[in-house]
């Protein structure tokens, strides 16, 4: 029987993760390769080659490859946004200038805060006469004339990425699709991106930035999965910020939707380990997801198996409103450096040694000490990774303390557990960010550790915060490259209609999602699917009348009639009072007014199936290699398991150190580890 491979590969900021599932009944197989930062498309190939050659199969046998890439991110996190244009409205060039009336959380008043250059400086922006009201109605036809002079502007000054969002074009998209027609007459070397195609809803300074980041991002992201196709023949899937995939062909039409691609994929995999845990996890797979890499640390909240989403997040200081599953980053990774500020104060992060030349104790010519090298000085990890294939530098790592300690005037296990411990806080404060800032209480939520570094600070995290307990799954280090493979197609599609529910003609709720289902409709016959091969799920965005921001909520399948109508707005008031506390249910004096009709268009893929396997004799004796010295409280000798060597119903009592291939539970005294029928590893105090 021929083989048929689907492969999943996240390419972090330090490892590219590989995942290969055979779907012929062969099971799950996973690998790590060093990321390529100067070209990850070098990394992607080396981890499909690498994948390949444990199988021992050919890349005839890869049916598909699903993708969790950073490249929008970062170009988008350091600010690599080349010259970039943008075309508006006559009468609103500025409308990038004075943006939004809000000064970031840490400043006092807008008196201390200086507004970051914009993403398009104002000698970048050119208008173009016409005007459309929110109807959609034309109030000025389009100037083509005034068109014409921008495009050739741009051809002349040598601007070939440019962002288009003309007033009310959600209403209806006619002139900028007339200014794509100009520039690909005028400027045809141009990327372009339309806002009616990028985020068809109202706000227009941030559909104008989104809309602008898509363009930015544009020319790396081709560029990228160009050079990965030429090194693999396989179909290309792309994670998505919303929780699906897509092919590299409609990707390449949007980029902007890859933007936390990669934290996406891992707070999938965990939900989909959550679901497979039910009892483990109180039966109600609501859970923080924690994914450690050696840049950053990612957090998540899944609800009831479902990862949360918003439209409200940021990449860097640029707001982008696509849908994106509801993520805190904070740079607090295996690789954040530890240093001294001017007032003598130790701190950690957000700045990172990166994948090269990396920590101290990678022997790459790293001068600065890491969370990894206060991880290695103590112990807490094994003298190599991956299994022997990095070796670790132990006496760089811990002469590195020494010279930190002296600075702070610290012992050195003092300097290195107080590393350690900030990060451990900076990880503590992103969780409560993403659960006491949206009215969840912390201590209700289980804790998935994933990544590389995600569980070595399990066990204080579990102190600092008061969770109930941690959920180690099995191959931590690969979990976001293994969600890759348990995601459907997916593709999301938005239309503001703004009018009170006492005036709603359900006429009108009818005419849009059949629209909207419609584009969903023909994007996935792009990807495959067909007929009862894919599904719709509706939502709409509602607020009370006079309030300046919406709640989401799920709508019904059926016609949209009266009955239809009625479900949205008693969810609606249902979410805003779980979400704020109160409702005004039977209060007319506040009315209901519904804002943006969404639809998400899915084609369902095959998921890996985890089986529940059978209890050992409940003796870890079996899976314990020896011990070694490690530094909790103290210093002393601590005994190291091979988790591949427990079986289910084994329970190891702190102090103690669980190691594998991919990452390592430094298990604190007083804690225990058990591990349940799928293979994970429960922790609690």
């Known amino acids: 029987m021929a083989r048929r491979l689907r492969i999943g590969i996240d390419t972090g900021g330090t490892f590219t993760d590989v995942v290969a599932l055979?779907?012929?009944?062969?099971?799950?197989?996973?690998?790590?390769?060093?990321?390529?930062?100067?070209?990850?498309?070098?990394?992607?190939?080396?981890?499909?080659?690498?994948?390949?050659?444990?199988?021992?199969?050919?890349?005839?046998?890869?049916?598909?490859?699903?993708?969790?890439?950073?490249?929008?991110?970062?170009?988008?996190?350091?600010?690599?946004?080349?010259?970039?244009?943008?075309?508006?409205?006559?009468?609103?060039?500025?409308?990038?200038?004075?943006?939004?009336?809000?000064?970031?959380?840490?400043?006092?008043?807008?008196?201390?805060?200086?507004?970051?250059?914009?993403?398009?400086?104002?000698?970048?922006v050119r208008a173009v006469g016409g005007r459309l009201d929110h109807t959609g109605a034309e109030l000025r036809p389009f100037d083509e004339a005034s068109a014409v002079a921008a495009a050739r502007w741009f051809r002349d000054a040598g601007i070939d990425a440019i962002g288009v969002c003309f007033l009310h074009s959600y209403a209806d998209p006619s002139h900028e699709l007339a200014m794509r027609d100009v520039l690909a007459r005028e400027h045809p070397d141009a990327v372009v991106s339309l806002s009616c195609e990028v985020l068809r809803e109202y706000r227009e300074y941030e559909r104008s930035v989104t809309t602008l980041v898509d363009a930015a991002v544009k020319p790396a992201m081709n560029g990228y999965l160009a050079r990965i196709a030429e090194r693999v023949a396989s179909r290309l899937l792309v994670m998505k910020s919303n929780g699906g995939v897509l092919s590299a062909e409609e990707v390449a039409r949007q980029p902007i939707t890859t933007v936390l691609s990669g934290p996406a994929a891992g707070a999938l995999g965990a939900a989909f380990v959550v679901a497979h845990r039910g009892r483990e996890t109180g039966g109600h797979g609501s859970v923080v997801t924690l994914d450690g890499g050696g840049t950053s640390t990612d957090v998540a909240v899944v609800l009831d198996g479902e990862p949360t989403l918003t439209t409200e997040g940021t990449i860097g200081r640029h707001p982008v409103k696509i849908p994106m599953i509801d993520i805190v980053t904070v740079g607090a990774g295996g690789g954040s450096v530890a240093w001294r500020s001017p007032e003598g104060a130790l701190k950690v992060g957000p700045r990172s040694a990166g994948a090269d030349p990396g920590p101290l104790c990678y022997g790459r010519g790293g001068t600065e000490v890491t969370v990894t090298d206060a991880h290695a000085a103590l112990g807490r990890i094994p003298p190599h990774l991956l299994g022997g294939e990095v070796p670790l530098?132990?006496?760089?790592?811990?002469?590195?303390?020494?010279?930190?300690?002296?600075?702070?005037?610290?012992?050195?296990?003092?300097?290195?557990?107080?590393?350690?411990?900030?990060?451990?806080?900076?990880?503590?404060?992103?969780?409560?960010?993403?659960?006491?800032k949206r009215g969840l209480d912390v201590r209700d939520y289980p804790l998935v550790a994933f990544g590389g570094s995600g569980p070595l600070l399990a066990c204080r995290l579990l102190d600092i915060l008061g969770l109930p307990a941690a959920v180690i799954p099995e191959n931590p280090g690969n979990l976001s490259a293994f969600g890759l493979l348990t995601v459907d197609v997916k593709n999301d599609y938005v239309r503001t209609r703004v009018v009170r529910d006492a005036e709603l003609d359900p006429a009108l709720l009818d005419g849009v999602y059949a629209d909207l289902e419609g584009e969903a409709a023909t994007a996935l016959g792009r990807e495959g699917f067909t007929g009862d091969r894919r599904r719709f799920a509706r939502s709409a965005d509602l607020r009370y009348y006079g309030q300046a921001f919406e709640v989401r909520v799920a709508?019904?399948?059926?016609?949209?009639?009266?009955?239809?109508?009625?479900?949205?707005?008693?969810?609606?008031?249902?979410?805003?009072?779980?979400?704020?506390?109160?409702?005004?249910?039977?209060?007319?004096?506040?009315?209901?007014?519904?804002?943006n009709l969404r639809v998400s268009g899915i084609g369902p893929i095959a998921r890996p199936s985890l089986t529940e396997r059978p209890h050992g004799d409940g003796d870890p004796t079996r899976a314990r290699t020896g011990t070694r010295p490690v530094h909790y409280d103290t210093w002393g000798d601590t005994a190291v398991y091979r988790r591949e060597k427990l079986t289910p119903g084994d329970t190891v009592q702190g102090p103690a150190v669980i190691e594998e291939f991919g990452s390592t539970l430094p298990l604190h005294p007083g804690f225990t580890a058990r591990l349940d029928g799928y293979g994970n590893l429960v922790v609690t105090r």
């Open 22 to 124: 055979d779907e012929h009944g062969g099971g799950l197989v996973t690998t790590k390769t060093p990321s390529t930062p100067a070209d990850p498309a070098e990394g992607f190939a080396a981890g499909v080659g690498k994948v390949l050659g444990l199988l021992g199969a050919e890349p005839r046998d890869v049916a598909a490859l699903s993708h969790g890439t950073t490249v929008a991110t970062n170009r988008l996190l350091e600010d690599r946004i080349d010259d970039l244009g943008f075309v508006t409205n006559e009468g609103f060039e500025s409308v990038l200038e004075i943006a939004r009336q809000s000064v970031p959380d840490g400043y006092g008043n807008s008196y201390f805060w200086v507004k970051p250059p914009r993403i398009v400086p104002v000698h970048r």
């Open 393 to 436: 530098d132990v006496d760089a790592a811990r002469a590195g303390v020494a010279a930190l300690a002296q600075e702070l005037g610290l012992p050195p296990e003092r300097a290195a557990a107080g590393v350690l411990e900030i990060s451990a806080w900076n990880q503590a404060n992103a969780i409560r960010q993403i659960t006491v």
């Open 555 to 595: 709508a019904p399948a059926g016609p949209p009639d009266e009955a239809f109508r009625a479900e949205v707005v008693r969810r609606f008031h249902d979410a805003h009072e779980a979400l704020y506390g109160y409702c005004y249910r039977d209060d007319p004096r506040h009315p209901v007014e519904w804002v």
